[in-house]
């Protein structure tokens, strides 16, 4: 008879080794669920789970929205032609205009708050509208603990955002969509996620756009997701003799090997610079080194 030690240490480990799914913490992530049907600019209202923490008027865009001028509708519409990163809809921002300061946003409460020493990633896309005069860097996202706003002003959100495209790198693509991306450790507690410009005009550079749109810079924005990153899941593991072998961060140290990161595999491409190796066991790999 199995002693129940043992049974429970094997079931210990069963659990650990399986691999968690990702769950996107955004509700609504390409803005395809609406309240009312939007029919012109300045109905982001409309858009299920999500709100405006100032007073900017953000756009909603659909499908389902008639065409003419102006319209919201996808994938012509009066700001430009952009297919849907994701699905059938997408919204908009103004993260900077001739009038001084003035920023839009697109606030939404997560499905559950952010645990700390978590590590999270978040992503979304942007594309600027094929009818902006200006295309800007740094558009973002920040987590707060609590929603902000709604604030009585349209000016710029002055708090620090967690991810942030980079400096002096213009987001100028028109034809398409660019990634934004990254990873941060929460705090422990933030509850919200906003997406935008949190810097003033003064930090903000910009560069020509497409178009002579007099507003500035619009941007389409959709597919936002934050996930929780599992780090204690199978990797590829660079061990002491140059070999790549699949197996948990802890087992990989414990062989004195250097964990390469999650997501990454010994096939195709090897991390370690060696010939690629199948995935192995704790068991088999601690068997070759301490037999």
Known sequence: MRPRSLAVALSTLIVVATPAFAVNLVPNPSFETYANCPSTFGQFYECVGWTMPNQGTSDLFNVCS????????????TSGVENPQNGVGYAGIIPWSPAPDYREYL???LTSPLVNGNTYAISFWVSLADTSSIAVDRIGAHFSVGQIGPLGSNTTLLVTPQVESPVNVPLNVSNGW?????????AGGEDHVI????????????????????????????AVSVEFVNQNVDQACCLPDGQCAVMLPGECQALGGTPAGVGTSCVP?????????????WGRVKARYYR
């Open 269 to 281: 491409d090897d991390p370690c610079g060696a010939t690629p190796t199948e995935g192995t066991s």
């Open 107 to 109: 606030q939404a409460q």
């Open 195 to 222: 997406i935008g410009s949190f810097r003033d005009d003064a930090s903000t550079n910009t560069s020509p756009g497409p178009s002579v749109w007099p507003g500035g810079a619009y941007y389409y924005v959709d």
């Open 66 to 77: 008639p065409t003419g001028f102006p319209s919201v509708s996808v994938p012509v519409n």
């Open 178 to 186: 660019t990634l934004i991306s990254g990873t941060f450790v929460a």
